[in-house]
Each structure stands twice: as structure tokens, then as C-alpha cells.
């Protein structure tokens, strides 16, 4: 079995002090020249990364840190956009959107979901009809994140019905200021409006925003969700790589004076250990490159990661006693991230894949179980449907 390297390479690594050296040249660095550096995506290629190895990914993190330096925010962009336009897209469109992205200048958004297509993405009836030198776009997105801040979003559509239902459908790049777009954003229980509807009415989209080849999008959004799935499982936090961790929580209860209660005592310290393990998990996954080529292995850390999430914020919650069940309510500055994480943490197991579909995932491509059973296999997308509205 290869030996996983967990320990991160010495101060005296000619790449560590090269990095080092370049922060404190760019103490407090522009995200252009971030972008320039390659940090900002040092395991793309180049020009916009460095075609970094894990371990040099892993410098950078750590020596941005260190300097206190921050990347640019673009998280649907950057996370799952970027690569399917780094891998697909014309050097027209590499040209005009990869740079203002990675700066954070332009927000993008995943227009993928519908109301009748979630886990079943496939099934999804937004439909773009060629006339001429654009597409006429008309259809309903919806659980669309940061749709209401968005310049650009990425979207999937049908383009053919008359083949099987992962056929016939193309990928484009939205402006989302086109006539015709109507965004309507869905107040959530954390009090935030993240997520949106969005409505398309005729809208022209032209042929020159296509990625890739008509009709064969699905491929390429097979690799943004695996991409996405990559994306929110390579931090260290409990909301998808960000927020607190199961170790803060145990900083918070130390800092608090420790926990009489032998019970919840316990609680933690199972929790601390699955953080623990989850860490090294996320370890392996980096120290296999999983940026290179998305695998089953972020879903199974996925799989982990979401429900130990929900659990480690239910216990924070628990752990403020009666003060946690009131919204509003004051339990001090150091609790605040745990009490919106609650209330954010049953979409964990959802978005990005929920659970079930992970472990369908997991079963076939990494335990190499038989696939699920799916009995519409081979029938158009119109048989597919009115075999669905006879059930
Ligand atoms: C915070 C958040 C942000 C999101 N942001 C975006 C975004 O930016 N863009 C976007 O396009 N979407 C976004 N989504 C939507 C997300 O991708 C979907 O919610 C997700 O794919 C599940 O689809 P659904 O909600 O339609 O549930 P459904 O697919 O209807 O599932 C309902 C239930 O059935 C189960 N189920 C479904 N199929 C199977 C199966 N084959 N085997 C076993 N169980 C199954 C599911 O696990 C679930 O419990 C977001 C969701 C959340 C929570």
C-alpha cells in the first residue's frame, strides 16, 4: 500500500520559501495579482495556475494563511464553472471569461436544478430552440445560489427530444441580465435569500455562448457536479469546507471553562474524533490529486462530511442550552457562527448531491455494486415523461 504523507514540506522547501517570499514582497496582494501569481488556482494549468502538484497546492494554502491573505470570492465560479470552461471551452470564451472570474469581478451561478429535476438532473424540461444565430431559451431553474448577484450563470438545456433523455441536452453560458430572465429569490430559514428561482421567457441566448457541442452537454455537467462535489469537500470546515470545525467546538467548550455534564462530555469528544478522521480523509483525497480528475472518492467524503456537519451543529446547539432554541436570541459573539450553521445545516445533506445519491454513487463506482435499476433506460425524453404521468 502507497504511504499517504501527511506532514506538509519543511520551512526550508525551496517551493515553501519561494511562496513565503512572495507574500511578504505582496503583503497585502490585489486578487490580479493573486491571479497572476497562479495562486489563485495553483492546480489549474497555466496561465491561470501553476500546474501545482498536491504538495505545492498545499504550500500555498498554508502560506496564504499564514500571511493572512484571503482568495478572491467566487465559489459556484471557481468551484465548478472554471474547470468546464478551462477543459471545453473556445479560447474565445477561456479570453473573455476566466480572468474576471478568478478575480472575483464577475459572480457566476449553477443554473442546473428544476422543479421536476433535481437528483434526476436528466429529467429536466428547460428547452432552447435554435433560430438562427441564437438559442430561445424558456424554462424554470430553480435552488439557484447567488443567482440574484450573478453576472453569469452556466445552464443546461434541452436542445433535442426525439433520443434518450441524457442525450439532446446542451450547456450554455448565461448573462444573466438578458431580456426575458426574471429571478426571484427564496427567503430560507437562516433569514438569508441564497438560493433563487429563475424564470427564462424567450430569451435569446446566442450560438457563440454554446460550450462545447450541441446536444452533448450532459457529459460536461456529469463533470461540473463531480467538480462541485470536489469543491465542498476540500475545506475544513463543517458548511461545505467553510464555517467552523469539530475542533473549534471543542476550543469554544475549553475556552468556556469545559463541560461538567459527562454526557456531553462524551458528545464531543466523538465528535473531535470523526472530525479528526474526516481531516485525514480530506488529507488523502488532496494527496491524491482529486483536483485533477474528480472521483467517487469526494463523494464518499461527502457522504461523511454532511451528516457529521448536522451532528456537530446539533450539538453546539444543545451545548448553548435553552438560549439555542430562541432565534435572536443573545448567546454571545463566539456562538453566533454555530447558530446560523444550525439553521443551515440541514441543507447539507442535499445540495451539491444529498446523501442517497452519494451512496448510489459510492456503491457503483467505488464498491462496484450493479447500478441502480432505472427502468426508463432507453426511452425518449416524451416517452420518459408520459410513461412518469401514468404512474
Ligand atoms: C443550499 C443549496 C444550494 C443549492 N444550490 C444550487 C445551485 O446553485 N444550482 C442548482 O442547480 N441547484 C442547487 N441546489 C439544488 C440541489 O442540487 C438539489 O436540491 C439536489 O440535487 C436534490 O434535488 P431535489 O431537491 O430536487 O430533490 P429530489 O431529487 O427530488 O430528491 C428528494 C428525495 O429523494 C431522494 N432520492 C432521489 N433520487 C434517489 C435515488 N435514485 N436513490 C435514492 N434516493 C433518491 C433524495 O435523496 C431526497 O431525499 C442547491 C440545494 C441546496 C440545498
Known amino acids: 500500500m502507497k504511504r499517504m504523507d501527511l506532514d506538509l514540506p519543511p520551512d526550508d522547501d525551496p517551493r515553501r520559501v519561494a511562496v513565503r517570499r512572495w507574500f511578504a514582497e505582496h503583503p497585502s496582494p490585489t486578487p490580479a495579482e493573486l491571479v497572476d501569481a497562479g495562486y489563485v ?78 437528483s434526476d438532473l436528466a429529467n429536466l424540461s428547460t428547452r432552447a430552440e435554435r433560430d438562427g444565430d441564437v438559442y430561445v431559451l424558456n424554462g424554470q431553474k430553480i435552488w439557484t445560489s447567488l ?152 463523494s464518499l467524503r461527502k457522504a461523511l462530511a454532511d451528516p457529521h456537519g448536522k451532528k456537530v451543529f446539533t450539538l453546539a446547539r444543545d451545548l448553548m442550552g435553552a438560549e439555542g432554541l430562541l432565534a435572536g436570541s443573545d448567546v454571545g459573539a463566539d456562538w453566533q457562527p454555530w447558530m446560523r450553521g444550525f439553521l443551515f445545516s440541514p441543507a447539507l445533506t442535499v445540495g451539491g448531491g444529498t446523501s442517497e445519491v452519494l451512496r448510489n454513487i459510492i456503491a457503483e463506482r467505488l464498491l462496484g455494486l450493479p447500478h441502480d435499476v432505472d427502468v426508463e433506460q432507453g426511452l425518449t425524453w416524451e416517452e420518459s415523461r408520459r410513461l412518469a404521468a401514468t404512474r
Open 147 to 298: 443567482a440574484a448577484h450573478a453576472k453569469f450563470g452556466i445552464l443546461i438545456a434541452r436542445t433535442r427530444n426525439d433520443v434518450t433523455k441524457h442525450r439532446g441536452i446542451s450547456y450554455f453560458i448565461i448573462p444573466m441580465d438578458l431580456p426575458g430572465i426574471e429571478v426571484r429569490p427564496i427567503r430560507e430559514m437562516t433569514g438569508e435569500a441564497l438560493f433563487n428561482e429563475v424564470i427564462f421567457t424567450d430569451v435569446r441566448v446566442p450560438v457563440a455562448n454554446l460550450i462545447g457541442e450541441e446536444h452533448l452537454g450532459w457529459g460536461m455537467a456529469k463533470t461540473t457536479l463531480a467538480n462541485e462535489r470536489v469543491s465542498l469537500s476540500t475545506g475544513a470546515g463543517l458548511q461545505w469546507g467553510y464555517g467552523p470545525s469539530a475542533r473549534d467546538l471543542v476550543e469554544l467548550c475549553r475556552t468556556r471553562g469545559g463541560l461538567g455534564d459527562p454526557v456531553a462530555r462524551q458528545r464531543v469528544v466523538e465528535a473531535f474524533v470523526e472530525g479528526e478522521i474526516l481531516r485525514y480523509h480530506r488529507l488523502r483525497m488532496i494527496s491524491a490529486a482529486v483536483n485533477k480528475k474528480p472521483g467517487p472518492d469526494a
Open 41 to 118: 488556482v495553483p492546480h489549474w494549468p497555466r496561465p491561470w495556475g501553476l500546474d501545482a502538484e498536491p504538495e505545492l497546492q498545499l504550500i500555498i494554502e498554508d502560506e496564504m494563511r499564514r500571511a493572512g491573505v484571503s482568495k478572491p470570492v467566487n465559489p459556484i465560479g471557481i468551484g465548478h464553472c472554471g474547470p468546464i470552461l478551462v477543459a471545453l471551452a473556445s479560447d474565445e470564451q477561456k479570453e473573455r471569461y476566466l480572468v474576471p472570474m478568478l478575480r472575483g469581478e464577475e459572480l457566476w451561478c449553477q443554473l442546473f436544478s428544476e422543479p421536476g429535476a433535481g
